[in-house]
């Protein structure tokens, strides 16, 4: 099978994730922080198998504070990876991504320039409906609410590395909110 830039044309959209988030590890700066990113528990886990133990920082269910913790660390020079397995949870956060991170660059007038890479996933729905808790999709809505984030959704294999890449290397230092379709997981 042919290769175009590195990868071969059936990408599958779990592998996708697995190369982009070892890519991401293999810079110094970034930090994989979350619910099970060191232990089983959500999707997300399963793409963050291979990233070594000693760049992870394992939370409890507190989703704001992690959001903190995020943008603490992108303060102090780290690039953090911070997971929401839905983007239901990522609602809780929306406190410290709003207010504090989306808004930072002009309170600290463009002196503090973090760079935060926010995972998150619209919930399948098929075979097993997690219901309305853990399926919705808030893309268009937090688009309405930042200025400041860069919003990615990524539909199709192909679109996922380029996305990852760009939210790590790109010139414009901003933060990147990446939202994974759950259902495309073993689908694609």
Do not use: W
């Not at 070892?22 to 886990?45: C, E, M, P, R, W």
């Not at 939370?59 to 995020?70: A, K, R």
């Not at 603490?72 to 609602?91: E, K, M, Q, S």
């Not at 200025?147 to 679109?159: A, F, H, Q, S, Y």
């Amino acid at each position: 099978m042919g290769q175009v830039h590195g990868c071969c044309f059936n990408m599958k959209y779990k592998d996708e994730l697995i190369r982009s988030m070892n890519y991401l590890a293999k810079n110094d700066k970034t930090i994989f922080i979350g619910q099970s990113v060191s232990y089983s528990g959500n999707a997300i886990y399963n793409t963050l198998s291979e990233i070594p133990d000693d760049k992870k920082i394992e939370t409890p269910v507190f989703e704001d504070v992690q959001m903190g913790l995020s943008l603490g660390l992108a303060l102090n020079g780290y690039i953090p990876v911070t997971c929401y397995p839905r983007f239901d949870f990522l609602i809780l956060a929306l406190n410290q991504m709003i207010n504090h991170l989306d808004k930072i660059k002009f309170m600290s007038e463009n002196k503090m320039l973090p760079r935060v890479i926010i995972r998150t996933s619209v919930g399948p729905k098929k075979p097993l409906d997690g219901g309305p808790q853990h399926t919705a999709d808030y893309t268009e809505a937090i688009k309405k609410m930042v200025t400041e984030i860069d919003i990615v959704t990524l539909d199709e294999p192909g679109e996922i590395f380029p996305a990852f890449k760009d939210a790590l290397e790109s010139s414009n230092v901003k933060s990147t909110l990446l939202i994974e379709k759950g259902s495309h997981y073993n689908d694609k």
